[in-house]
């Protein structure tokens, strides 16, 4: 009797396939509208950071090498879940407007950002998010605040810390990871 796979290939197969159905979990457990936020901790572990808005808290969970997923759990005055969102996504920087949405939004919608500087000759201070853009590219958005903390423009590109560099060798080019 031929067998499909030998041994090694099992074993490898084997980690795959784990690696894999760890992705596929990759923001925590499953929370559902209307736990307890002591459930919530329970569950996702303590939150990366925590956030007030009205009677509102907000609960940030951080995730990824590259800080790519931030989940948010909205609890309502009760503390009880209202929402739990993976918020770094396209659809939602959708969401900003430009002229009036203010740092603090930004903050409460999207938590902290994973660089800030500033840009002297446009007198701009810039809060940028790696994401996944579409769910595949490796991304920044890069949002700019004028003085009084009001979105002014949002740019997006790729994260040139996760792109491959071209580097001349010996007269040959060749791709590396930084």
Same mark, same amino acid.
């Given at each position: 009797?031929? &067998? ?9 197969? *084997? ?6 159905? =760890? ?6 457990? *499953?929370?559902?509208? /209307? ?7 329970? $569950?996702?572990?303590?939150? +990366? !950071? #925590? ?7 907000? @609960? ?5 090498? %590259? ?11 009760? #503390? #009880?879940? $209202? ?8 659809? $939602?920087? !959708?969401?900003?407007?430009? =002229? *009036? ?5 930004? @903050?409460? &919608?999207?938590?902290?950002? !994973?660089? &800030? +500087? ?13 994401? $996944?853009?579409?769910?595949? %590219?490796? +991304? ?8 009084? /903390? ?10 040139? %810390? ?15 990871? #930084?």
């Amino acid at each position: 009797m031929k &067998t499909l796979f030998k041994p090694a290939q099992l074993v490898l197969l *084997a980690c795959i396939l784990a690696s894999l159905s =760890g992705c596929a979990n990759f923001g925590g457990p *499953a929370v559902t509208p /209307g736990q307890s936020e002591s459930e919530i901790i329970s $569950k996702l572990g303590s939150p +990366s !950071a #925590r956030y007030q808005e009205g009677n509102d808290s907000i @609960l940030a969970y951080v995730h990824g090498p %590259w800080g790519q997923q931030t989940y948010m759990a909205r609890l309502d005055a009760s #503390r #009880r879940l $209202k929402s739990y969102e993976q918020v770094l996504t396209t659809q $939602k920087f !959708a969401t900003v407007t430009i =002229g *009036a949405t203010n740092q603090e939004t930004i @903050l409460h &919608t999207f938590g902290k950002p !994973a660089e &800030t +500087s500033y840009l002297s000759l446009s007198d701009l201070t810039v809060w940028t998010y790696r994401y $996944k853009e579409s769910g595949v %590219w490796d +991304s920044m958005m890069h949002v700019h605040f004028d003085r009084n /903390g009001i979105v002014q423009k949002m740019m997006n590109g790729p994260d040139t %810390w996760l792109e491959p560099r071209q580097e001349l060798v010996g007269g040959h080019f060749f791709n590396r990871m #930084r």
